[in-house]
């Protein structure tokens, strides 16, 4: 008679089955910690002021103009003029793109804390009116409100509603969506009877000097002019509808309303529809990670989307179809930067979620998860704090580096303040949510 034996063990109900079921139904629960990283590294850069490179490489080319080394940082750590691209244009399109990917984790979890889908969509539409009116308080200056929406909060609050009704739906679906957004504004632009200017001789009444309009606008078509475009003509209508600064007359006590005559920067409010698509983006991308592919799987397609972006991007701009600039948020620029940022999000959950190497990266998720606090006090408060560290620790505080170097050593200073209390606040377990 042959020993009995236990009947088989079945696949499916190993341990070791079980733990990998396991591990993949938690997937979308465990937090990305290369997000918080991702928005950490952002707002470091914002806080920190550029940690004032670009003014003092303006200060070491009026001494040596043909230095290539303070010319790239310059330029990196400047907005580009019109055309192109460095690394302090993708501070908004990383925000853009961020907002996308935290709603796939974010909305999840209210769901399955029982939110039913109506407590959600009137918290995307509270949340979105917070951040139109956050973003316009922090902007104005002065004695009176400012309501230019070009703001990062108030481009993310006008698009924020629009972005959750796209939630959960199919990865068709929000293709197709992001695509229409992106043809939408071209045709927006490139039919508007209305657009262009002389470029010999400039428009300065709304910003546009000649000498700046030969230098940037040449081989440009007219559509993508600066202040001449469907975008520019929306807003002087749009925004002369809103209260505005009171001119006196001198007779009496008359007083007429200032007009809106042109944003000098060249930003438009309705940037916020392609830049819309930038968060679609984000979404989609935030549904990848959330999926049950491995980790290799999503590196490997987040990399071939950041490369398709770059490439699609350029050659809309090189070939003349549509021009590379973030002030107007072409569609060429919503591919191009989204591409950056899918690879900047590929590097970052490379290292810290697929390769677990996390302590370098706690500095930038200190900030991460505190990103609006942070915000927050870099847009009403580095003059404070820089006026404080001065008191305390002296007037030549922050020429310890010599004139040259001084913005530098001010604006890191500052911003490591401004660190030191996102640090106490992650002690604390305070996280500023809206």
């Known amino acids: 008679m042959e020993p009995s034996q236990s009947p088989p063990e079945d696949k499916a109900d190993s341990p070791v089955a079980k733990k990998a079921e396991e591990s993949k139904s938690d997937n979308s629960k465990k937090r990305l910690v290369s997000l918080d990283a991702y928005r950490g590294l952002i707002m470091v850069t914002l806080a920190f002021g550029g940690f004032g490179i670009a003014k003092t490489a303006s200060l070491q080319l009026q001494e040596n103009p043909d230095s290539w080394f303070w010319s790239v940082l310059k330029y990196q750590s400047s907005h580009v003029e019109w055309v192109g691209c460095g690394y302090w244009d993708l501070i908004q399109p990383s925000f853009m793109f961020m907002v996308g990917l935290s709603m796939a984790y974010s909305y999840l979890k209210r769901q399955r804390t029982g939110h039913s889908y109506r407590r959600m969509l009137s918290h995307a539409i509270t949340r979105s009116f917070i951040l139109i009116f956050l973003g316009i308080f922090l902007n104005t200056r002065g004695d009176f409100t400012n309501w230019l929406m070009t703001n990062v909060l108030t481009q993310m609050g006008l698009g924020y509603t629009f972005l959750f009704l796209l939630w959960q739906r199919t990865l068709r679906t929000q293709a197709i969506a992001t695509g229409s957004i992106l043809l939408f504004t071209w045709l927006m632009f490139v039919l508007y009877p209305n657009s262009g200017l002389e470029i010999e001789q400039g428009a300065p009444e709304v910003g546009v000097p000649t000498v ?52 000098l920067g060249g930003y438009q409010t309705l940037n916020f529809i392609p830049s819309l698509a930038t968060m679609l983006f984000g979404l989609m991308c935030g549904e990848l990670l959330r999926s049950k592919r491995s980790g290799d799987e999503k590196l490997k397609i987040l990399i071939a989307a950041g490369v398709g972006g770059l490439v699609f991007g350029w050659l809309l701009n090189a070939t003349g179809i549509c021009p590379l600039v973030k002030r107007i948020w072409t569609p060429s620029w919503a591919l191009f930067s989204t591409g950056w940022c899918c690879l900047i999000l590929a590097a970052l959950y490379w290292i810290i979620d697929i390769r677990q190497y996390r302590r370098w990266a706690f500095p930038l998720v200190v900030v991460g998860m505190n990103s609006i606090a942070i915000y927050c006090m870099e847009m009403v408060l580095k003059p404070w704090m820089g006026n404080t560290l001065k008191i305390h620790l002296g007037d030549h505080l922050f020429l310890i580096g010599g004139k040259m170097y001084e913005p530098m050593v001010q604006a890191t200073l500052i911003g490591l303040g401004f660190w030191v209390i996102c640090w106490w606040m992650y002690r604390q377990k305070i996280f500023v949510r809206i």
């Open 212 to 263: 700046w309009s030969q230098e940037h606008l040449q081989g440009i078509d007219p559509s993508w002019h600066k202040n001449a475009n469907v975008a520019h003509d929306f807003d002087t209508w749009f925004l002369n509808l809103l209260p505005h600064r009171a001119i006196f007359t001198g007779e009496g006590s008359d007083q007429e309303k200032e007009p809106f005559v042109a944003n």
